[in-house]
Nanobody, 119 residues
Framework: QVQLVESGGGLVQAGGSLRLSCAASVRTFSPYDMGWFRQAPGKGRESVAVVNWSGAHTNYAGSVKGRFTISRDNAKNTIYLQMNSLKPEDTAVYYC????????????WGQGTQVTVSS
């Protein structure tokens, strides 16, 4: 099984930046996609950004496009989420997830890291 551990969350002022990291304990032997999801208090989970196995293709939620950047380093079994121009509405628990490439199915999840943006 794949274990994912997020880090880099914290408290930041509006307009500031944070960089989240997600380290996978075991690399799969077949291509897999990875992504970042978030859940705000009282709301459902939403997709923030996903990246395919090669790192060449990405997709972003409209609310974060142009502000957030997802990337991956397969040699380090790690993905990142660079978050710039943060807004209070970005406040949420951010989760890292992984699944077989092309399936849009994420069956491995991290424990989550809290991001709080103050105004």
């Amino acid at each position: 099984q794949v274990q994912l551990v997020e880090s880099g969350g914290g408290l930041v002022q509006a307009g500031g930046s944070l960089r989240l990291s997600c380290a996978a304990s075991v690399r799969t032997f077949s291509p897999y996609d990875m992504g970042w999801f978030r859940q705000a208090p009282g709301k459902g989970r939403e997709s923030v950004a996903v990246v395919n196995w090669s790192g060449a293709h990405t997709n972003y939620a409209g609310s974060v496009k142009g502000r957030f950047t997802i990337s991956r380093d397969n040699a380090k079994n790690t993905i990142y989420l660079q978050m710039n121009s943060l807004k209070p509405e970005d406040t949420a628990v951010y989760y890292c997830a992984a699944g077989p490439t092309g399936t849009n199915t994420y069956n491995y999840w991290g424990q989550g890291t809290q991001v709080t943006v103050s105004s």
